[in-house]
């Protein structure tokens, strides 16, 4: 993993110089291989058993939008985890009446006009069922409302939509649900300590030059809200800085020899630097968080499903949550 930028990289791009790769590339782990075991085997039902605390049942997960890559990397995280994965999912795209595997889960794809339906069908035979839905910006509220309407606790990990309608269709439902962009939960937590700083210490960065550079797959087009939000603390913290400013890596060439991206994570990876200068370039701050892959964002998916299920459970006053509530939870695997 890349631990530190070539000294003063940044500081040659605020002097118009080319920006240099970093010393390092990045090193990922290999991932293991070998088949998931059924959900029902008795080593994921002593796993979900410790994961759940006192809530020993696997309880199943729906996992609207299992035909995408992130919502596939959900529903292996699923059973690995011990829980239940709930053989029916659904896509705009794939013509009903479809199958995929995962694991060893032969998942029925439905069309979206069958939603409600089939969605009704699967609460009678999962009363406790929740869904985790990531399906496509577009569907956000249709979805959502669905769900309150239906009862069905679910953690909407797909981005875009209209956030405050969604937030508004949940606060006037008895749905308990888990709403964030971002479900990886190391990255979270960051962008909570960068907010915290810039809350306690506002202008402690007055003066200072700030660049940001972030990569992602060729198929993003906008810049990386999670840069947004690093950007914005920044800001709090006395930085001035235009968004426009952001620099968007999407070619896969300078991401391979520029950034330093693994060329197997090409197509799924998020790389952000960002490096802050005093005015006189004496002193330096250095900031970076790369992720490959989906693994981590599922694994906070399902532990957010876990929290939910807890909730539930527990019949707790408040419904609508996010990561950071997750997060000071604690117990997450």
């Given at each position: 993993m890349i631990s530190l930028l070539q000294q003063h990289s940044f500081v040659a791009s605020r002097h118009g110089?080319?920006?240099?790769r970093p010393e390092k590339p990045c090193m990922c782990r290999t991932r293991r291989s070998g088949a998931v075991v059924r959900a029902v085997?008795?080593?994921?039902?002593?796993k979900s058993s410790q994961i759940i605390g006192s809530f020993t049942a696997p309880f199943p997960i729906l996992v609207n939008g299992c035909t995408g890559k992130m919502g596939r990397s959900v529903a292996e995280s699923i059973i690995s985890s011990g829980l239940t994965l709930v053989p029916v999912s659904f896509s705009g795209k794939e013509k009903p009446g479809g199958n995929i595997t995962i694991g060893d889960v032969d998942v029925t794809i439905h069309g979206s006009k069958e939603r409600?339906?089939?969605?009704?069908?699967?609460?009678?035979?999962?009363?406790?069922?929740?869904?985790?839905?990531?399906?496509?910006?577009?569907?956000?509220?249709?979805?959502?409302?669905?769900?309150?309407?239906?009862?069905?606790?679910?953690?909407?990990?797909?981005?875009?939509?209209?956030?405050?309608?969604?937030?508004?269709?949940?606060?006037?439902s008895d749905v308990?649900?888990?709403?964030?962009?971002?479900?990886?939960k190391q990255v979270v937590a960051f962008l909570a300590a960068m907010d915290i700083m810039a809350k306690q210490f506002p202008g402690a960065f007055s003066g200072y030059h700030l660049e940001v550079l972030e990569?992602?797959?060729?198929?993003?087009?906008?810049?990386?809200?999670?840069?947004?939000?690093v950007v914005s603390s920044f800001q709090k913290l006395g930085v001035s800085y235009d968004m426009r400013r952001i620099r968007k890596i999407r070619d896969t060439t300078k991401q391979l020899q520029m950034v330093g991206v693994p060329e197997e994570y090409l197509g799924s990876h998020a790389f952000h630097f960002y490096c802050l200068t005093s005015p006189d370039d004496s002193v330096s701050f250095e900031f970076q968080?790369?992720?490959?892959?989906?693994?981590?964002?599922?694994?906070?998916?399902?532990?957010?499903?876990?929290?939910l299920?807890?909730?539930?459970?527990?019949?707790?006053?408040?419904?609508?949550?996010?990561?950071?509530?997750?997060?000071?939870?604690g117990n997450m695997r």
């Open positions: 110089q080319a920006y240099t085997a008795t080593e994921n039902l002593e409600e339906t089939v969605l009704s069908s699967v609460i009678n035979q999962f009363p406790d069922v929740m869904v985790v839905d990531y399906t496509v910006p577009d569907a956000v509220n249709a979805n959502a409302e669905l769900y309150c309407k239906l009862g069905l606790p679910f953690v909407m990990g797909t981005t875009g939509g209209d956030r405050e309608l969604l937030y508004k269709t949940v606060k006037s308990y649900a888990v709403i964030s962009p971002q479900m990886g990569s992602h797959q060729a198929s993003k087009l906008d810049a990386s809200g999670t840069a947004k939000s968080h790369n992720v490959c892959g989906h693994k981590m964002y599922a694994e906070g998916t399902v532990d957010a499903a876990i929290f299920y807890k909730k539930v459970q527990q019949k707790a006053n408040k419904r609508l949550y996010d990561m950071i509530d997750v997060l000071r939870e």
